[in-house]
């Protein structure tokens, strides 16, 4: 089945510093999610992604649709206490409103911000 | 407009019971989504939803099953609990039209501990 490969597992950054994150898969996608999660609570969502080559803002958050369509990165500028938390990425074959809405998740990236 | 709620929020069960969660969608989608999420294999597509008919299944045993009411509320069962079976289940809702986007937006879990 599709696996997507998540890197890096962990990070510990300085407070003000950028971030960076990325997923690749062995297959292609039609939509790339970003979600955090924090401690005992469900994912939300920070960006999707629908087209390859996308590049779509969301605040100090950044993230592409590679255009092989196998990749996405996500960016974090200036990072702050709050961004702590388990970033993940998923890929998703449903397209439009149509196809399946499944979602392939990453391992996820475990995010520590010193202050 | 109300998020995704997910009922109840924490049970404990006993090995051999069985246990029932529900999800109530974002108002106006109709995709229904289960995921299970162990820190040892992350997140895992259980099934998904669309009026009240499964349209996809993940690699689960046959003791957990689900459905999906016309109101588009859905629940999911779990017959013969195991010690295995402990994990925080996620709904996700997506509202699924031809032409729009496909997103999914997930509840807050409910966190199953079986003892």
């Known amino acids: 089945g599709q696996q997507l490969n998540q890197s890096p597992q962990s990070m510990f950054i300085q407070e003000g510093e950028d971030v960076s994150m990325n997923c690749t898969s062995s297959?292609?996608?039609?939509?790339w999610l970003w979600y955090k999660q924090d401690p005992g609570e469900g994912p939300v969502l920070l960006i999707a992604l629908y087209k390859a080559g996308e590049l779509t803002s969301n605040g100090r958050l950044t993230a592409q649709f590679g255009i092989t369509r196998k990749d996405s990165f996500l960016n974090i500028s200036a990072s702050i206490p709050s961004d702590v938390g388990i970033y993940f990425c998923?890929?998703?074959?449903?397209?439009?409103?149509?196809?399946?809405?499944?979602?392939?998740f990453g391992k996820g990236t475990k995010l520590s911000v010193i202050p | 407009k109300a998020g995704v709620t997910q009922t109840p929020r924490y049970l404990i069960k006993t090995r051999g019971q069985q246990v029932t969660l529900s999800c109530s969608p974002i108002s106006g989608h109709r995709s229904v989504s289960w995921y299970q999420q162990t820190p040892g294999q992350g997140l895992q597509f259980l099934f998904e939803?669309?009026?009240?008919?499964?349209?996809n299944k993940g690699n689960f045993p046959g003791r957990f099953s689900g459905r999906q009411f016309s109101n588009s509320r859905s629940e999911m069962n779990v017959s013969t609990l195991e010690l295995g079976d402990s994990a925080l289940y996620l709904c996700?809702?997506?509202?699924?039209?031809?032409?729009?986007?496909?997103?999914?937006?997930f509840g807050q879990g409910t966190r199953l501990t079986v003892v």
């Open positions: 998923a890929g998703q074959l449903a397209y439009s409103g149509a196809g399946s809405y499944q979602l392939t």
């Open positions: 996700a809702s997506s509202f699924q039209r031809q032409g729009s986007n496909t997103e999914a937006f």
């Open positions: 297959s292609i996608f039609n939509t």
């Open positions: 939803y669309f009026s009240e008919t499964q349209r």
